[in-house]
């Protein structure tokens, strides 16, 4: 039994030592894309999905304003949803090496897949992914500033309704 329960504080202790984290930081409960919508602010995004076949065509484009204090850097912006996730890939990303206060970003996808059927969850009908995609596409960003790594995705359902 002691050589279980010092198994187990060991492995514990190294995941600290390591630097391993479960639980994603939030400030005062506040959900990540509500702390930086208005750094981060969402201009205009479009998106549509056509299933012709067994080919998938997902075109998005839109652009999103960083009104934040200081310059980032590494900065990278997609437009995904979360059903059709995994089609995209995370190379189909636009980079930025350093981005100004002021600065408007501009995002552009034309992705087609293939073997989609393989990437998204079991049961999906095509319907799903289309509306999914068009109702629930979200930006996602991500940044470092100051030595810390940031990745927020912004749904900006407010603007979305159609």
């Known amino acids: 039994m002691r050589k279980i329960v010092l198994l187990l504080l060991t492995a514990l202790l190294f995941s600290f030592i390591t630097g391993c984290a479960a639980v994603e930081e939030t400030i005062a409960g506040e959900r990540p894309e509500k702390i930086y919508e208005d750094i981060w602010v969402v201009q205009e995004k479009n ?10 065509t997902l075109v998005a484009s839109g652009s999103i304003n960083y009104i934040g204090a200081s310059p980032v850097q ?10 059709v996730a ?3 890939a995370d190379d189909q990303a636009q980079k930025y090496d350093t981005v100004n206060t002021g600065d408007l970003l501009e995002y552009v996808l034309d992705c087609h897949s293939s073997d989609f059927r393989k990437k998204v969850p079991l049961g999906t009908n095509d319907n799903n992914l289309i509306e999914d995609f068009k109702n629930n ?3 996602e960003v991500s940044w470092k500033e100051n030595g810390e790594t940031y990745n927020v995705k912004f749904f900006n359902w407010d603007n979305d309704r159609h």
């Open 137 to 139: 596409s979200y930006f």
């Open 86 to 88: 995994d089609i995209i």
């Open 74 to 83: 590494d900065v990278s912006i997609i437009i995904k949803s979360p059903l």
């Open 47 to 56: 998106t549509q999905m056509e299933i012709i076949a067994e080919e998938a």
